[in-house]
């Protein structure tokens, strides 16, 4: 078993706590109440096995955060496990960003270093990011501050034309 931090009564374990002890081998008596959705969720993907009382990732799956994101492309920072960041190419990554910890399916068969594609987000570096309204090209856009791309926030055409490029709004990642 892996050794737990100190909490409250009822304070739900971390994500990353979860997919490092499902990377070892997590035993039935040993999920937490708010962790038995997730167990469930990924029994049926198919994410996880469940062999006895115990679960666990099988070898084609591994959980990690998602580092150095360069012209689309990724690494995965394996957790709970000594082996190779894995390489993530621009169709693989889907809507991950740096620092999100995700689980990830190994690409087998590929030349050059390892590799995987994101199968599920499951949680957010940041749970909060800050946009902006932009004109560009005789548009606005709604256009992240970090990284200037279009953020996925869905503005109709309305909600936009009342917002006046320079205006900055918090948005909820989650």
């Known amino acids: ?12 374990l971390s994500m990353k706590s979860l997919l490092v002890r499902l990377t070892l081998g ?16 990924w029994l049926k993907e198919g994410i996880l096995v469940q062999e006895g009382e115990l679960y666990r ?55 050059g270093a390892p590799s995987a594609r994101i199968v599920k987000v499951v949680g957010r570096a940041e749970t909060y990011s800050v946009g902006y309204v932009a004109l560009r090209e005789g548009r606005k856009s709604l256009l992240d501050i970090r990284t200037e791309y279009p953020v996925g926030v869905p503005l109709s055409p309305e909600e936009l034309a009342a917002c006046e490029p320079g205006d900055v709004f918090q948005i909820n990642n989650q």
């Open 1 to 12: 078993m892996v050794p737990q931090r100190d909490r409250s009564p009822g304070e739900p």
């Open 26 to 41: 997590l035993h039935n008596q040993d999920v937490d109440a708010t962790e038995r959705p997730h167990i469930e969720e």
């Open 57 to 111: 990732l099988p070898s084609k799956y591994r959980a990690g955060t998602v580092g150095t994101v360069q012209n689309d492309t990724a690494y995965l920072q394996v957790l709970g496990a000594t082996v190779r960041d894995l390489f993530i190419d621009a169709e693989s990554l889907k809507d991950a960003k740096e620092g999100d910890l995700v689980i990830a399916q190994r690409l087998l068969g590929k030349r």
